[in-house]
């Protein structure tokens, strides 16, 4: 079945810069993956998702590419603030009959942004 | 707010007890997702049921049961508690079958 990794598992960084989360995928069928951020005492929240058929996707500060190929993908967060600190998860939908439609979690990546 | 709601909030209970965590989707949602949240294992994929009716199941034990209802609502049984199913609980929903979930608050189980 699919696997998702993702890297790193902590991530600080000073707010103003970037920050960048990667995540692998074994299924290359999968074709869909969004990211969750969660904060302390509350549910994943979407931030963006991308579809296998794009390989970049931004809102605002927030961009997701995907390199299908190599079966990965990652979160770009420019011009950090504080109010960025929180879990971010990367997830894939796998396409396997009854799977579809279930998303396969990384074990998320917590990141500080220092003011 | 994703417009999906879970009750309880907090649920503290015994062991070899039995509980009931409710989810209401997003209005014109006909799918639901069950994950469970626990430090060691991350987020996982529990069960879906989509208009009614079981589509999906991951890896969710004997002990647990779900259910969706006509009005869409579903509920999440765990019986026999352990200790060890200490977690926080999320169901999702999403219009279709396959497509954008969106969580809800959580139910934090604890079994002392």
């Known amino acids: 079945g699919e696997n998702v990794e993702q890297h790193p598992s902590t991530l600080s960084v000073q707010e103003g810069d970037s920050a960048v989360i990667k995540c692998t995928y074994s299924?290359?069928?999968?074709?869909?993956f969004p990211w969750y951020k969660q904060e302390l005492g509350k549910g994943p929240q979407l931030i963006i998702d991308i579809r296998s058929n794009v390989g970049e996707k931004k809102d605002q500060r927030i961009a997701v590419t995907l390199n299908k190929t190599a079966k990965h993908f990652s979160l770009h967060i420019t011009e950090t603030q504080p109010e960025d600190s929180a879990v971010y998860f990367c997830?894939?939908?796998?396409?396997?009959?009854?799977?579809?439609?279930?998303?396969?979690f990384g074990k998320g990546t917590k990141l500080s942004v220092k003011p | 707010d994703s417009g999906v709601t879970q009750t309880p909030k907090h649920l503290i209970t015994a062991i070899g007890q039995r509980v009931t965590l409710r989810c209401s989707p997003r209005?014109?949602?006909?799918?639901v997702y069950w994950y469970q949240q626990s430090l060691d294992q991350g987020l996982q994929f529990l069960i879906q049921?989509?208009?009614?009716?079981?589509?999906a199941k991951g890896n969710i034990l004997e002990r647990f049961s779900a259910q969706q209802f006509p009005d869409l609502h579903s509920e999440l049984n765990l019986s026999s508690l352990e200790l060890g199913d200490s977690a926080l609980y999320f169901c999702?929903?999403?219009?279709?079958?396959?497509?954008?979930?969106?969580f809800g608050p959580g139910t934090r189980l604890t079994v002392l």
């Open positions: 209005s014109g949602d006909l799918s």
């Open positions: 999702a929903s999403s219009v279709f079958k396959s497509d954008t979930q969106y």
């Open positions: 049921y989509y208009n009614g009716e079981e589509r």
């Open positions: 299924d290359s069928a999968s074709n869909y």
């Open positions: 997830a894939a939908e796998p396409v396997d009959g009854g799977s579809q439609g279930n998303l396969i």
